[in-house]
């Protein structure tokens, strides 16, 4: 207790000094020999290495942080990991951008060492702000997705996943971004509504010259690809013509017309052209008709050579070309606006088409009721409706997830092709890792037709098949033998707008490899909305950068307004005005844990135990129930009912109350005894140290402060956040206690109000305080404090009578009436 404890509390030099500390001892260090604590582990996200750690972020990382420091101090082993999810688009797109260049303009290796180049920078960027905002996390277990080890990881799975026949190799279509040249998931199509135009078109009768149907389409240059004609098989209009054939403009060719349940008949005019493909519905249709495919769009977004004299053009080149055609043709009815929605790129925001390429496949939907059972009977959710999220998520999907990607970022699929009839050889696992275009299969000969020559596969993994493992691999898998010890993991968190991709690609992933759930509990946070109530988005111009509250209020200030700012699952406005409140709780703290450090001078925590007054017991019961509400509401991930709770206690109870009515006590302990001035230390001790640890989660670094000033000489820890988490006063709550404390304070409040009423200054003295209680227990509580009563008023004397009098009423008590004598 040597050094001066400083008037104000400045978060710039406490919190940077905290930091160093905890990771120099090692605090967070996970244990893998320890068999004595229960382990808790936390499937940390690895996030996209953006560069940017953003409010976003902010709100995700301070909710498991706040639970893996909870867990800490209650004794748990907590496993929390920090990893990088380095590959895939997102990169790739931005280097493209950086360098002023596309993939295919640089060797692949090289573009390679761009991407590593690009990653690495970020993440040095993103780790220096997740370290300033205190993050517990154990960087001894740090990992990066782009590393050849967890490529091995990786590639382990998939071969594992393809000799249990979860992963195939087959054509069908999937969706494709002719700007990145890739095909992509369903979880990746985005869906915007966009103004587009709907085409009326004229398609000739075949036999019945002179005679034509109307069709309507948004998507006039697929007409080449036209493979049939459907109406809907109630629509009178057009009855007479199913089974009839027309003739599709500018290519030679007749296709059928169906009648088919799909068909909306309020559509345009009711006839609609089957292309392959416009969209998933042509998609259905033409698998259950049997029709043939006719690819007139590319890879690369240009027509194909089946698009006749358009081969070559772009799709917007083709429409124009098209509509210009069609219209000198007299083929071209009308053209309406029409608003609709369209399936786009997640990454940048191109229309998505429906393309046929081999690609490899994971077999999900038979995993489908697997995976909803077990969402539903083993997993715990935080908060409990966004389960159906992942259930309906799964329950929706028509394809199979589409693993292979057309990019260079990525870990490579570990697989090569007999050169001569094509077989596929997949890699054994102690081949692993490996990347098929430079090293060629340990194999002498090709097993089936004995040829020794080889063809690697250049396709790559999707990002999420790196990323969706992380549950074994955080456990240890598959190098530690007793990984399963650290396996499911306890918590998975997750943004709401990620449980489609992450937690579902987690669940498919571990269930088919291990035949278990990858996690046990799921902790959803919402997204953060900018001030002006739309979500936050640099394009929106309400962006906030995460440094910027730090730097001005600290690291515990911006995780405070993460917590209080919302419920656990909703989305989170960004207030300044919410952190400047968690800024002022934490300087009120300040002052008050400083009076209380200069107040315990002579003090010894482990002295006998002294005698407690009434206003003790009452403070000793609240903080009771605050470390019941507090402990029941993060056993429920409800963080924001927990902070409020200790707020409330700290600033309301502890501070407005309790320290202002026994200063008297502790200034005078000549008048009142040694015995009570002990009374009032041993209960600003209690308080305070469980308030600082009640606290610890939230706002660590505060917290580290003042448990090393204060408290460290006496409970030993090396820090707060391996002490243990508080426990309610012995023999608290007392309600009785609590009824008088209530009646005692509330009558302080009112000697004060009175005063104040007579612009008496508050330490004005009085001659003496007359109260008329209406019940005997209210009159015995306040001579009980009369002390108390009598220091914090500056009165004389104090009549307490039993009955009706004269005076003003004292809110919240009927009848009790108070009146002062200056
Ligand atoms: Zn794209
Ligand atoms: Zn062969």
Known sequence: MAEPFP??????TVEPKWQEFWEREGIYRFDWEDRERPVFS????????????????VLNWTYFDVVARYKRMRGYNVLFPQGWDCHGLPTEVRVEQKHGITKTEVSPEEFRRLCMEFVEENIE?????????????????EYKTMDPDYWRRTQLSFVLLYKKGYIYRAQHPVNWCPRCGTAIADAEVEYATRVDKLYFVRFPLADRPGEHLSIATTRPELIPACVAVAVHPDDERYQAYVGKELLVPFVDRRVRIFA?????????????MICTYGDKEDVRFVARHGLPVIACIGEDGRMTERAGKYAGLTIEEAREAIVRDLEAEGLLVKVEPITHEVGTCWRCHTPVEILVREQWFMRVRDLTDKVVKKALEEIRWFPDYMKWRLVEWARSLDWDWVISRQRVFATPIPAWYCARCGHVIVAEPEWLPVDPKKEPPRLDACPRCGCREFKPETDVLDTWFDSSITCAVHAGWPDRPDWRRFFPADLHPSGYDIIRTWAYYLMVRHLALFDEVPFKACLINGMVLGTDGRMMHKSYGNYVPATEPIERYGADATRWWAIAGGTTGSDVPFRWEEVRHGWRFLRKLWNAARFTYLQLEGFGPGESKPELQLLDRWLLSKLARTVQVATEALEECRFNTALMAIRDFTWHVFCDHYIEAVKHRLYNPELHGRESRRAAQHTLYTALYSIVRLLAPFCPHIAEELYQRIFRPFEGHKSVHIAPWPEPPEGFPDSEAEKAGDLVVTVIG?????????????????????????????????RACEADVLGTCKARRLEVSVGEGEGEEVRGYPGLRISIKP
């Open 7 to 12: 008037k104000d509390y400045d978060p710039r």
């Open 42 to 57: 936390i499937d940390t996200p690895p996030p996209y290495p953006s560069g940017d750690f953003h409010m976003g972020n």
């Open 125 to 141: 960027a993103m780790k220096k702000a997740i370290r300033r905002l205190g993050y517990s996390i154990d960087w001894s277990l």
């Open 260 to 272: 088919d349940e799909m068909v909306d008949p309020e559509f345009g005019t009711g006839v609609v």
């Open 750 to 782: 009112a000697v004060r109000r009175e005063k104040a009423k007579r612009r008496l200054p508050l330490n004005a003295p009085l001659e003496a305080i007359l109260v008329f209680a209406p019940e005997s227990w209210q009159a015995e509580a306040i």
